[in-house]
Nanobody, 122 residues
Framework: QVQLVESGGGLVQAGGSLRLSCAASGSIFSINRMAWYRQSPGKQRELVAGITSGGSTNYADSVKGRFTISRDNAKNTVYLQMNSLKPEDTADYYC????????????????WGQGTQVTVSS
């Protein structure tokens, strides 16, 4: 069994910063891609940022230059540093990880965290 546990959400004023963390634990051989998604009421879940095991990153256009994704492979943890936050960044943020659960597994299984709420006031 694998668990992803997020932390770091909260209420912040526009222009402020937050740092989200997501730690994966359980039956993990290795983790391929890790990512952050977000969903606000009435909208579809959207990709915020992703990072491969080798450190390659990609970002949604709306957060480029403001958000930074990073990971600590030794801790199976991914981070999202969010700066210059805007009210439109308000959403539930979800961690996602593609995990090899066994050494001889030829495919990854996607896992999701429970979500952490980020609210940016104007």
């Amino acid at each position: 069994q694998v668990q992803l546990v997020e932390s770091g959400g909260g209420l912040v004023q526009a222009g402020g910063s937050l740092r989200l963390s997501c730690a994966a634990s359980g039956s993990i051989f290795s983790i391929n891609r890790m990512a952050w998604y977000r969903q606000s009421p009435g909208k579809q879940r959207e990709l915020v940022a992703g990072i491969t095991s080798g450190g390659s990153t990609n970002y949604a256009d709306s957060v480029k230059g403001r958000f930074t994704i990073s990971r600590d492979n030794a801790k199976n943890t991914v981070y999202l540093q969010m700066n210059s936050l805007k009210p439109e960044d308000t959403a539930d943020y979800y961690c996602n990880a593609d995990i090899f659960v066994a050494y001889n597994s030829g495919y990854t299984i996607p896992y999701w965290g429970q979500g952490t709420q980020v609210t940016v006031s104007s």
